[in-house]
């Protein structure tokens, strides 16, 4: 199997004109999956050779600002390139209050968009806690508003 990591962003907190904010892509056979999607991802991996593939999976690793706020700009793109595949966003708890409250009213109209938060998904475990991440499944649907 192949496998392949593209670091897009590691400039932590603050982009640098030659570091964007925290995203990595994970390439595995013929998976793609995004682990963080800060703000600028799309623009790192259209600049470089891997261009914008089709993402499978999204796992955000925690919830502050940094790591998602490229979210609502890819999903965006997504609709606008008539996506017909389903999208896993993976995070931790509040992901799904997250996704609700602030990226579906940023997002805005859609004819792709259409999700459900579900709790569950892979088991995490830390030496804080053992939880569920929550998970928010976007699947090509009806017009939302």
Not at 91 to 117: E, Q, Y
Request: charged share 20%; net charge positive.
């Amino acid at each position: 199997m192949d496998l392949s990591l593209f670091f897009a962003g590691t400039a932590g907190s603050v982009p640098t004109p030659k570091r964007g904010l925290p995203a990595l892509l994970l390439r595995a056979g013929g998976e793609r999956i995004l682990l963080d999607c800060g703000e600028g991802t799309q623009h790192q991996l259209l600049r470089s050779n891997v261009g914008l593939p089709e993402v499978d999976a999204i796992f955000i690793t925690h919830l502050h600002l940094d790591h998602w706020m490229g979210l609502p700009g890819l999903i965006k793109t997504f609709d606008m390139r008539d996506r017909d595949r389903r999208l896993d966003v993976y995070g931790p708890p509040g992901l799904g209050t997250l996704f609700n409250t602030v990226l579906r009213p940023v997002i805005g109209r859609s004819t792709w968009l259409k999700s459900a938060a579900r709790p569950g998904g892979p088991k995490t475990s830390s030496r804080r806690s053992r939880s569920r991440m929550s998970n928010v499944l976007i699947i090509p649907g009806s017009p939302s508003q």
